[in-house]
């Protein structure tokens, strides 16, 4: 945590660190069930720390469209200024935002990138980012997406845990 400016509050890493121990418990272990259960701490994790962002700094409030170092590969990547979803409980996780909250909260994730975690769309057999392959099993149950699951879940569980250990590392401080 930050000391002074953008720093997260007690409550608020109590509520992040409360996230990591509400870990799905599925009856039996499989890749699957692993895969799934962390990268279900994944978004609710993201989804929180893009909630607090949006505390900190409202729409009113944004900055305007700017290019920013990225934290996820040291590339140069254009974020524009999005608008937010007003009363609405359900919000599509956007990586754009993620990334500004994780820049807000000064988290160093560039160990690995958020999008070979939170990237959305189609993705290439193969290739295909966690919360792609999640979205292809939990919509469609799609037998290709089980088994590359099944393929790479050494490198999916690594860059979710990485995740998951930068915000817990944070809210322990």
């Known amino acids: 945590m930050k000391i002074d400016g953008n720093r997260m509050s007690l409550q608020r890493a109590g509520a992040l660190l409360g996230i990591l ?4 418990n599925f009856l039996i272990n499989t890749a699957l069930s692993d895969f799934l259960s962390e990268y279900f701490l994944c978004e609710a994790l993201a989804n929180k720390l893009i ?3 949006e505390v900190d ?3 009113n409030n944004a900055k305007p469209s700017k290019i920013i170092k990225c934290l996820s590969g040291g590339s140069e990547n254009e974020f524009h200024t999005t608008q937010r979803n007003k009363k609405s409980s359900f919000k ?3 990586v754009g935002r993620l990334k500004r909250a994780l820049i807000h909260f000064s988290l160093d994730f560039s160990q690995v990138s958020a999008d070979a975690v939170f990237k959305s769309g189609k993705g290439i057999v193969h290739k295909r980012t966690a919360r792609q392959l999640r979205n292809a099993y939990a919509h469609s149950l799609s037998v290709s997406a089980r088994d590359e699951i099944a393929e790479r879940i ?3 569980m690594g860059s979710m ?3 998951n250990s930068v915000i817990s590392g944070m809210a322990n401080e």
């Open 21 to 24: 121990t509400e870990k799905p």
């Open 51 to 53: 909630e607090y962002w």
């Open 57 to 59: 700094v409202p729409p």
């Open 92 to 94: 599509i996780l956007d």
């Open 154 to 156: 050494t490198e999916l």
């Open 161 to 163: 845990s990485k995740f």
